[in-house]
């Protein structure tokens, strides 16, 4: 949570808007982007100028956004392999690539797919950091998304960080005691690692949840009245979301 929250104190015209405001604005532009035909490639990158503006007002680096989007590469990686598989049904459909030929229909799918990924992830990484994980959370909450989803979502974040620290640990008292030579003994140390590091989450989870229940948690997270929202927020989120409707259904 610390690594989403780096850029959270900044202040620009995002950081200002209300949470809620912003979460709803999210919801929308996903919607927008993944309701999109295949092949629409200039809706695709009248959403992608959309949410280019929205990421230079937010001021975060927009390298540290883009690195933000580097778990899409398996599924971009396992969509090229898709399209290379695919035979075409016919000469028609035929699209060269080198010594093959693939799937047109295909092609564009994938395309269409990872372009609509790489959008939403961003859009999401641009409104966390804009907000924080905590307000972000708790928008979700007074939106009415199911409490228990929005506990779910909470725990997986903070104890994803817990555990990524005890990883680095772990790690660190590797290097001290010297790592082993060979691939195949570092596989296996490593193998033992993965499998203590389980062991040891899953103990601690069990002594934070018994310490919670004994003090009275009963699975809904309390959080402070937010203030009323502004119609400053509400305006822009709204304009916001008129722009990207706009985009996706009018433009040919």
């Known amino acids: 949570m610390d690594l989403l929250d780096r850029y959270a104190a900044l202040d620009s015209p995002l950081h200002r808007l209300d949470a809620r405001a ?9 919607l927008c982007v993944v309701l999109l035909p295949a092949g629409a490639w200039t809706r695709l990158a009248a959403l992608t100028a959309v949410l280019l503006v929205a990421m230079v007002l937010s001021r975060v680096p927009l390298l540290w956004l883009l690195s933000r989007a580097l778990p899409l590469l398996p599924l ?7 399209v290379l598989l695919t035979r075409p049904q016919n000469l ?8 093959l030929s693939v799937s047109r229909q295909t092609a564009v799918w994938a395309t269409t797919a990872s372009w609509k990924s ?21 928008a979700l909450g007074r939106l009415r998304v199911p409490a228990l989803l929005v506990t779910i979502m909470t725990f997986a974040l ?21 790592t082993p030579p060979g691939l195949v003994r570092r596989m296996r140390l490593s193998g033992s690692m993965a499998g203590t590091l389980f062991v040891r989450s899953y103990e601690r989870s069990e002594r934070v949840g018994g310490a919670m229940v004994a003090r009275g948690f009963d699975g809904t ?16 989120a709204a304009s916001f979301l008129a722009v990207a409707a706009a985009a996706s259904l009018l433009l040919p």
Request: hydrophobic share 55%.
């Open 22 to 30: 912003k979460t709803v604005a999210l919801l929308g532009y996903v």
């Open 76 to 82: 971009i990686a396992f969509t090229a392999i898709a």
């Open 92 to 99: 028609a459909d035929a699209l060269p690539l080198g010594a």
């Open 118 to 138: 790489l959008l939403s992830v961003l859009a999401a990484a641009t409104t966390v950091c804009t907000t924080g994980v905590a307000d972000f959370l708790a």
């Open 158 to 178: 903070r104890y994803t960080v817990v555990v990524g620290d005890e990883a680095r640990r772990m790690v660190t008292a590797r290097d001290v005691r010297g």
């Open 221 to 236: 997270l309390r959080t402070l009245a937010p203030p009323p929202l502004t119609w400053t927020s509400a305006a822009a």
